[in-house]
Nanobody
Framework: VQLQASGGGLVQAGCSLRLSCAAS????????MGWYRQAPGKQRELVAF???????NYADSVKGRFTISRDNAKNTVSLQMNSLKPEDTAVYYC???????????????WGQGTQVTVSS
């Protein structure tokens, strides 16, 4: 499975950004898709994921601000990020898994990272 992420950039606090990720290759093997992020000096953390059936899961830190969606016909997943905060600054990584969760990290496929920077 190949995952190609797009979006990201530099915005001010309170603004919005949208990330997208397109899957190709053995897409039939993908169940959950979503995003991790890694800030400088910190461990990579799970942000949000969505299963092929549409079940969503969010980190507490982004609930109410981020919305993940998926287009199974186009094999894409998007992350709408509203009310961005400086602490959201990180490299965001698209990920896909054959199981219904991105928490099972040993089976993840990764896309390249995309930088999100939120200035105060």
């Amino acid at each position: 499975v190949q995952l190609q992420a797009s979006g990201g950039g530099l915005v001010q606090a309170g603004c919005s950004l949208r990330l997208s990720c397109a899957a190709s290759g053995a897409i039939f093997s993908i169940n959950a898709m979503g995003w991790y992020r890694q800030a400088p000096g910190k461990q990579r953390e799970l942000v949000a994921f969505i299963t092929s059936g549409g079940t969503t899961n969010y980190a507490d830190s982004v609930k109410g601000r981020f919305t993940i969606s998926r287009d199974n016909a186009k094999n894409t997943v998007s992350l709408q990020m509203n009310s961005l905060k400086p602490e959201d600054t990180a490299v965001y990584y698209c990920a896909g898994s054959p199981v219904g969760s991105l928490r099972v990290t040993d089976r993840l496929s990764w896309g390249q990272g995309t930088q999100v920077t939120v200035s105060s």
